[in-house]
């Protein structure tokens, strides 16, 4: 049956700020209290969307998550009414106040791990929620998350959407963010690829200095089993430390996958040569060739591409067969990353056209293109089983404009967040936003 992959998009938060608190992610950490435009970030997101379903592109959204996390706040001894909380947490312990503020999920790279049909013993779309527990402001998202993708692929005939790993540090799981699959088409069977920074229980793997590897072998193991990936189609990849200690937090600010296509800096994976020999290992089997698209740092260096974000991008299958790589902006004002770009859709590969977009809220504070979307693979039936409301039209997109207009402050400094009016702004907006998308259940208010 043919499939087909949707790109779901995290809608950005009311709660959209810049308070730091990601350490290792060099963006996050060199714009901390700047005053952030969460209505501004919105609706970039949301062009991008629309744009990106006009062209043809199977587009959808993830809805932002109540904030701030009271439950968070009261589990750490914060007490009385709503604001009495607030005011507590501000004077007492601000950092604390702006994790549970946080509105990382927009990121929605890091909502789960998905494994199409195609690759599952089952014959099922599995999802596993990420249970991000490397950072406090992202730790407490995948209750939620759960809760939202259950409603979104609610079908157990066509999904399976598994709870978040357990909460330790030998299951540190990012997500999306550091899996990859290569297939010669979405709806065929593939390879997964899991990359790690760390490993709990091997010390013969070299581990970042500077910054954390939030990643862990173990944790891509765990999800594979869930999933019921054959492991002769499923590889482990050990990221680069050095890179890491660079600012490269995730693996998708190093390098992408879609289709046959590796794109890929020289220096993203700790042992290069092994790492592609392991991939076309298990490509073979299924008549696969890979193209890897290297990119050699004597054209983009480690910290041009973490500054461009340029591997933080969405490379797309078009129905011609070609790709679109979409950038953010700063990719095209970086001179090094453009000349780079210019000559690789002047080459005979297979990435043929470029699509930029604004979306500097984000990337100021630490995401990009890549960042923004959830990559679903979904056959004809699965499409139909889904919940609808969240896929992307020109009406949803208009009206979801509009409610950003009528809900989103143009200004929020980490100071704002002691305002008590905040919490009831983004109440008033989610209640509405879920009778928009048809889950009116989807918050606990």
């Known amino acids: 049956?043919?499939?087909?992959?949707?790109?779901?998009?995290?809608?950005?938060?009311?709660?959209?700020?810049?308070?730091?608190?990601?350490?290792?992610?060099?963006?996050?950490?060199?714009n901390v209290n700047s005053v952030a435009n969460p209505r501004q970030a919105a609706l970039q997101g949301l062009a991008k969307m629309r744009t990106l379903a006009e062209r043809g592109f199977a587009q959808a959204l993830l809805p932002p998550q109540r904030r701030p996390n009271f439950a968070l706040l009261r589990a750490i001894g914060f007490a009385g009414s709503d604001a009495d909380v607030i005011g507590r947490a501000t004077r007492e312990a601000p950092l604390l106040l702006a994790s549970a503020y946080s509105a990382s999920s927009m990121w929605t790279a890091n909502a789960a791990t998905v494994s199409p049909a195609a690759d599952t013993a089952d014959g099922r779309t599995h999802f596993?929620?990420?249970?991000?527990?490397?950072?406090?402001?992202?730790?407490h998202e995948h209750p939620q998350?759960?809760?939202?993708?259950?409603?979104?692929?609610?079908?157990?005939?066509?999904?399976?959407?598994?709870?978040?790993?357990?909460?330790t540090p030998a299951f540190g799981d990012e997500g999306a963010a550091n899996h990859g699959r290569l297939c010669a088409a979405h709806g065929a069977p593939g390879v997964e690829m899991f990359v790690y920074g760390r490993a709990e229980f091997d010390p013969t793997v070299l581990a970042p200095q500077r910054y954390p590897a939030r990643q862990t072998r173990e944790a891509g193991q765990a999800v594979a089993r869930l999933h019921?990936?054959?492991?002769?189609?499923?590889?482990?990849?050990?990221?680069?430390?050095?890179?890491?200690?660079?600012?490269?937090?995730?693996?998708?600010?190093?390098?992408?996958?879609?289709g046959n296509v590796l794109f890929y800096h020289e220096h993203a994976f700790a042992e290069e040569a092994a790492s592609l020999a392991a991939l076309h290992a298990a490509l073979t089997?299924?008549?696969?060739?890979?193209q890897a698209l290297r990119v050699p740092a004597s054209a983009v260096s480690v910290a041009d591409a973490v500054?461009?974000?340029?591997?933080?991008?969405?490379?797309?299958?078009?129905?011609?067969?070609?790709?679109t790589l979409v950038v953010p902006q700063e990719s095209r004002e970086n001179a090094a990353v453009s000349r780079y770009l210019e000559s690789l859709i002047a080459g005979s590969g297979p990435i043929d056209e470029l699509l930029s977009f604004d979306l500097r809220q984000s990337m100021r504070n630490g995401g990009g293109p890549a960042c923004l979307r959830l990559?679903?693979?979904?056959?004809?039936?699965?499409?139909?089983?889904?919940?609808?409301?969240?896929?992307?039209?020109?009406?949803?997109?208009?009206?979801?404009?509009?409610?950003v207009g009528r809900h989103y402050r143009d200004r929020l400094a980490p100071a704002d967040l002691a305002d008590p009016a905040l919490a009831i702004e983004i109440d008033a907006a989610l209640e509405e936003l879920g009778r928009i998308v048809g889950l009116p259940r989807l918050y606990d208010l």
């Open 307 to 323: 500054g461009s974000y340029l591997f933080n991008s969405q490379l797309l299958s078009r129905v011609d067969g070609r790709m």
């Open 228 to 258: 019921g990936l054959a492991p002769q189609r499923t590889v482990a990849l050990q990221q680069n430390p050095d890179v890491i200690d660079q600012g490269v937090f995730h693996n998708d600010v190093i390098s992408v996958a879609n």
């Open 145 to 167: 998350t759960l809760r939202t993708l259950q409603a979104i692929f609610h079908d157990p005939r066509y999904f399976a959407v598994h709870a978040a790993l357990p909460a």
């Open 128 to 139: 596993t929620v990420a249970n991000l527990n490397s950072k406090l402001h992202r730790s």
């Open 285 to 290: 089997p299924l008549d696969v060739q890979l």
């Open 375 to 403: 990559r679903v693979v979904l056959t004809e039936a699965e499409s139909r089983a889904m919940h609808q409301g969240v896929v992307m039209t020109a009406s949803l997109h208009d009206t979801l404009a509009d409610w």
């Open 1 to 30: 049956m043919p499939s087909q992959e949707c790109n779901f998009d995290g809608l950005v938060g009311p709660s959209h700020n810049y308070a730091g608190l990601s350490f290792g992610n060099v963006a996050s950490s060199s």
